[in-house]
């Protein structure tokens, strides 16, 4: 596996396949969850946002958000597990995409009622987005790089009624460009989004949390770290490793145990906190 700038294994190839089953194929064996452990901390805020502005059915962007994993978990009850077995599983190679996509409209039909939220997802993948849609995991998609440029007019509008912005591990190649357009995209609706963000340790969160400061937004980092995945390599852990000690961030009883680990950032705008 080649590495990225970053020092991280490239795992590009598994968010632009016409299904997810190499997304799942490969992460599994990675141990790959934290969107199990982000669930609960986004539904919490989810409801708070309901609450404190009176929002029945907030509207919740996923940043980086690939096949709609964290909207079929949040929204729809799904589990980490589940969604492994179903794409990863001993028959997975034997389905076809539009089988896939059947046997997920009809779990979605069948399960427990949807979360009162609407879920839109924003990514440069159109195959990851567009399987997400059929899927029924995502209300809504905004095929788009926000680090490239700003949105376009129709791009503005389906961005428009974001209430609540989420991320599980796109923060360090995804900025505050992206995060800012954003908001300037949904300001003026119902206020500025709130945001949490799962960041791992070895991408600074500072220097995005100074330019949401200038925009009116006080962040909390919370307590505690959350893995998110096994190392793929000796190569990746040596070079994250050293990255991190580049970034003043001691590794000792954490990411030296062969994990890479992440913290959660909350944003809010200052009137709300």
């Known amino acids: 596996m080649r590495v990225d700038m970053t020092g991280k294994v490239s795992l590009d190839h598994i968010y632009v396949q016409p299904d997810p089953r190499a997304y799942f194929g490969t992460l599994r064996g990675l141990d790959y969850h934290i969107p199990e452990l982000a669930k609960p901390h986004f539904a919490a805020l989810v409801d708070e946002y309901r609450e404190a502005r009176g929002v029945a059915v907030p509207t919740v962007l996923d940043i980086g958000c690939s096949y709609g994993i964290?909207?079929?978990l949040l929204k729809h009850g799904a589990t980490m597990a589940e969604l492994y077995d179903r794409y990863s599983g001993?028959?997975?190679?034997?389905w076809t995409r539009a089988a896939l996509l059947a046997r997920d409209r009809e779990s979605i039909r069948t399960g427990e009622p949807a979360n009162r939220t609407r879920f839109l997802g924003l990514d440069a993948s159109d195959n990851a987005l567009s399987y997400a849609l059929e899927a029924g995991f995502l209300d809504g998609?905004?095929?788009a790089d926000l680090e490239a440029g700003d949105p376009t007019e129709e791009q503005r509008a389906q961005l428009a009624p974001t209430d609540v912005v989420i991320s599980t591990g796109c923060l360090g190649y995804v900025t505050e460009r992206t995060l800012l357009r954003v908001v300037e995209a949904s300001a003026g609706t119902g206020g500025p989004p709130w945001m949490a963000h799962f960041v791992l340790r070895m991408f600074p969160f500072?220097?995005?949390a100074e330019r949401l400061a200038e925009a009116g937004y006080e962040t909390v980092r919370h307590d505690g770290v959350f893995r998110q995945r096994r190392f793929a390599t000796e190569e990746e852990r040596t070079l994250v490793l050293d990255?991190?000690?580049a970034v003043g961030v001691d590794p000792s009883g954490?990411?030296?145990?062969?994990?890479?680990y992440a913290q959660l950032h909350v944003s809010r705008p200052r009137a709300a906190t």
């Open 90 to 94: 001993p028959d997975a190679d034997r």
């Open 243 to 245: 990255r991190l000690s």
């Open 70 to 72: 964290n909207a079929a």
């Open 206 to 208: 500072d220097p995005i």
């Open 254 to 260: 954490l990411e030296t145990d062969g994990w890479l």
């Open 141 to 143: 998609a905004v095929h």
